[in-house]
């Protein structure tokens, strides 16, 4: 049997609640989820009814029809749910760690200055970037290519095509998310105007 540490009693509902919110929103019955994960019907129900005792294979079965793993299934909830955002006050931009993955990272930026005339000044590396402008009217410049994306529109690209962003037409301001080879690639080449300018 799974053996519940941390608060007993809390975690066991907790983990039974959680089976039973994934099922109803991937839309299945009693029946599909236990037909999906080998089970009797009775036995599934009484498993989210916590008339049944968790046993460690069940859960295994269970995480792995609802598209989880185990430890997302028996994961407790955090304290640190709220975070602040680290500030970078020179290329005036704010950044948060994503904790799930510590790879990403998200930044709001509030830009000023349009993207760079020269093409010598976009830059590329590895990774993916995603962004959601915020506010205002954003310039995406990729390769030889040239977007315009306005307030709540948002673009996702390989960092590895040439890119600059900048604003139009007035101040704008864009959140932005990079995964662990993109945020490498900005900090490695943050520095002075042309960070400023190029939206980093």
Request: charged letters at 25%.
């Amino acid at each position: 049997m799974l053996r519940m540490t941390q608060g007993t009693g809390e975690l066991d509902s907790l983990v039974r609640k959680r089976i039973r919110a994934l099922r109803v929103a991937q839309g299945w019955s009693l029946d599909e989820l236990a037909t999906r994960a080998r089970l009797s019907p009775s036995t599934l129900s009484r498993i989210e009814n916590g008339q049944r005792r968790l046993a460690l294979d069940q859960l295994v079965t269970l995480a792995r029809a609802l598209d989880t793993s185990l430890d997302q299934l028996v994961e407790t909830a955090t304290d640190d749910v709220v975070s602040s955002p680290m500030i970078d006050s020179t290329h005036q931009l704010m950044r948060w760690p994503i904790r799930a993955d510590p790879g990403m990272t998200v930044v709001r930026q509030r830009m000023t200055d349009p993207p760079p005339d020269n093409p010598a000044r976009l830059r590329a590396h590895p990774g993916r970037e995603w962004l959601v402008v915020l506010s205002g009217v954003a310039v995406l410049l990729l390769g030889n290519r040239r977007f315009r994306v306005e307030t709540n529109q948002a673009a996702e690209f390989p960092t590895m095509l040439p890119h600059a962003i900048g604003a139009e037409g007035g101040p704008c301001e864009i959140l932005g998310i990079f995964d662990r080879d993109a945020r490498r690639g900005h900090q490695s080449s943050d520095g002075g105007a042309d960070a400023r300018r190029t939206g980093r």
